[in-house]
Every structure is written in C-alpha cells, then in structure tokens.
T-cell receptor
Framework: DAMVIQNPRYQVTQFGKPVTLSCSQT?????MYWYQQKSSQAPKLLFH???????NEADTPDNFQSRRPNTSFCFLDIRSPGLGDAAMYLC??????????????FGPGTRLTVL | QKEVEQDPGPLSVPEGAIVSLNCTYS??????FMWYRQYSRKGPELLMY????GNKEDGRFTAQVDKSSKYISLFIRDSQPSDSATYLC???????????FGAGTTVTVRA
C-alpha cells in the first residue's frame, strides 16, 4: 500500500539536545509538508518542499530546519528543543500545491517529549 | 481572532444518533472546504470536500457549506462506534497550498 511513514513514533529528548524526525513516502508525491500539532490545537504548518524547493512559513522559529535529500524522504531537525516544542509532528504529502481538493496524505505522526 | 473556529467538544453520543459538527471562518476568500478524520494515534485522513454552498452527501456523511454566513457543518447519520475520532475542518484559498485547520472536535459514539 502507498503510504506515508514516520519514524520514530515516539521520541523523547532532553532540553536543548538536537533531535531529527524522519518521514518517507511511497506515493511519489511532489510536495512534502511538516506540521506541528499540540493537544487540542489545529495542526500548524511549519514548512513544505515542492520537489527540492523549500518554503518556510513566516512564523516558523529558526530552531526548526528541514532537509529533503530525495523525493521519498524528508527530515525535520529541531536544533535546540525547548519545553514548548513538545507536540505531535505530522508529515504530509500531496501531488501538487494548487488545485482542489489536492488531498494531503498524512503519516501517523511522531510524538515528541522534551524533558 | 483565529481564521477558523471549531466547536471544541468533546461530544459523546449513543450509537445511532446524529452527530453535528460545526466550524466558522472569518475570511470570505476561503473557497474550498474539507473535513478530515483523525483516529487516535493516526494522522488525519480526508473524509469529505466541497467548494460550493449547499449540501454534499456521501453515505452517512453530509457536508454543508453556507458561504454567506461563513459556516460549515458535518453531519453523521446513524453514528457507529467506528465513527469515534477527532474531526477537523479545513479550508483553503484557490490555488494556495496551505490548509487552515480548525482545532478539531473529538467524538465518541457509545455502543
């Protein structure tokens, strides 16, 4: 089955210790997104890649970086996690960026805990 | 003011009841409307989408859009325990990549 896979599902890190979250897709979609979802809040888009083109949301902190080495993989790097970065991180893909419905396919998420 | 406001819930209903979920939005430029369903420990999945005012039915689900009131709804008829999930409304501008989500409403259908 074509899908979006996130690893690990649960990540515990210490305050200030860099962490990397991984996303892979077998859908061969052009676009990959990273969202942050805190409890009882709407998912918040951090950035997205269209192919190799990186697009950062204006309010995404500098502490968050991303890499997309190839079509299938995308990484979220948190350089110095703070307690406020504890959240569910969702990776999503879509075929294109425009059009409708241009469905986004989500992975199961990585729950990040910061101690 | 948030762009998209969603009734926070949670909702708990008996099996067979009608579930009504609602979102309001502030920007009339939103033209496309979606409902995503998110089961526990899973990512959201697209449930329904529409771009016009009025009703759209898909089995037990009806999506309703009222652009003049900036109000969208999702109705679930004959609800089942398998409908227990968090439902997120989402909307987008034409030709934009970005989805604006509501915070979600958690629904529990009791057997």
């Amino acid at each position: 089955d074509a899908m979006v896979i996130q690893n690990p599902r649960y990540q515990v890190t210490q305050f200030g210790k860099p962490v990397t979250l991984s996303c892979s897709q077998t859908l061969n979609h052009n676009v990959m997104y990273w969202y942050q979802q805190k409890s009882s809040q709407a998912p918040k888009l951090l950035f997205h890649y269209y192919d190799k083109d990186f697009n950062n949301e204006a309010d995404t902190p500098d502490n968050f970086q991303s890499r997309r080495p190839n079509t299938s993989f995308c990484f979220l790097d948190i350089r110095s996690p703070g307690l406020g970065d504890a959240a569910m991180y969702l990776c999503a893909t879509s075929r294109e960026t425009g059009g409708f419905p241009n469905e986004q396919f989500f992975g199961p998420g990585t729950r990040l805990t910061v101690l | 003011q948030k762009e998209v406001e969603q009734d926070p819930g949670p909702l708990s209903v008996p099996e067979g009841a009608i579930v009504s979920l609602n979102c309001t939005y502030s920007n009339s430029a939103f033209q496309y409307f979606m409902w995503y369903r998110q089961y526990s420990r899973k990512g959201p999945e697209l449930l329904m989408y529409t771009y016009s005012s009025g009703n759209k039915e898909d089995g037990r689900f009806t999506a309703q859009v009222d652009k003049s009131s900036k109000y969208i709804s999702l109705f679930i008829r004959d609800s089942q325990p398998s409908d227990s999930a968090t439902y997120l409304c989402a909307m987008k501008y034409p030709d934009d990549y970005k989805l604006s989500f509501g915070a979600g409403t958690t629904v529990t259908v009791r057997a």
